[in-house]
């Protein structure tokens, strides 16, 4: 597996977005695909799943809210922790339109939400954070929370509700895989990342906080060979 730098794939993107292609569309289309069959492989069924998804107020957040979006069409009962305060306008609109319902970014009442839930999707943070990937303010308090919630004795994998994180675990450098406070980062059962894996999550620790990585295929195969990636093996 090829692990790519955030700055290539934005390259990547770039001449795709210029063109007016729906890279979100088809970003959030892999992304509910990939939590239905998370959930179908849970033995859940879909009709009666119970989705929390905690959304950033960029790309990222946008990506997981239009995912939200499929997901309460599908008759989820799916539940917005919006927690920078705001959101991707259109996303927020199709998510709320789909059934979808917005609940406060109060941390011990999310991490309760999370523990009866069926899937918890991480949308908060992805390749566009700063040099310090780390959560702050309430977006920090709620994975914290969440976090010691599902998997609270070890590091290992957690009980209960499944996670799918967005491109990248939110907290998780995606160049280097540094995770300067891993008990405010989610540990993945699935990532979905986009168009090509993030270095990030080949390289330890935040491999480790990866889980099952899915690469979405949203058109940027050919710009991304011609680029020399950070990490060419397998995880580590």
């Known amino acids: 597996?090829?692990?790519?730098?955030?700055?290539?794939?934005?390259?990547a993107e770039a001449?795709?977005?210029?063109?007016?292609?729906?890279?979100?569309?088809?970003?959030?289309?892999?992304?509910?695909?990939?939590?239905?069959?998370v959930l179908m492989d849970s033995g859940v069924n879909l009709a009666h799943a119970r989705v929390v998804v905690l959304a950033g107020a960029g790309n990222n957040g946008g990506d997981a809210l239009f995912a939200?979006?499929?997901?309460?069409?599908?008759?989820?009962?799916?539940?917005?922790?919006?927690?920078?305060?705001?959101?991707?306008?259109e996303g927020l609109d199709a998510a709320l339109a789909a059934g979808a319902v917005i609940v406060d970014a109060v941390p011990a009442k999310v991490a309760a939400s999370a523990r009866s839930a069926d899937l918890v999707v991480d949308g908060i943070l992805g390749t566009g954070t700063s040099p310090?990937?780390?959560?702050?303010?309430?977006?920090?308090?709620?994975?914290a929370a969440v976090a010691a919630g599902l998997h609270?004795?070890?590091?290992?994998r957690q009980a209960g509700a499944k996670v799918v994180a967005v491109d990248i675990p939110s907290g998780i450098h995606p160049d280097t895989g540094a995770v300067p406070e891993p008990e405010a980062v989610l540990r993945a059962d699935?990532?979905?990342?986009?168009?090509?894996?993030?270095?990030?999550?080949?390289?330890?620790?935040?491999s480790d906080f990866a889980g099952d990585i899915r690469i979405a295929d949203i058109g940027l195969g050919a710009d991304l060979e011609k680029l020399a990636p950070l990490v060419d093996s397998p995880q580590v």
């Open 1 to 11: 597996m090829k692990g790519y730098s955030a700055q290539q794939v934005r390259e």
């Open 190 to 206: 699935t990532t979905v990342t986009f168009g090509g894996a993030k270095a990030g999550l080949l390289r330890y620790p935040g």
């Open 132 to 143: 310090d990937p780390r959560l702050r303010g309430t977006a920090r308090d709620v994975v």
């Open 152 to 156: 609270p004795a070890s590091p290992g």
């Open 68 to 89: 939200a979006a499929i997901l309460a069409g599908l008759r989820m009962s799916v539940e917005l922790v919006l927690v920078a305060g705001r959101a991707h306008a």
């Open 15 to 37: 001449p795709h977005l210029a063109a007016g292609e729906p890279l979100m569309a088809r970003a959030s289309k892999a992304l509910a695909d990939r939590c239905e069959r």
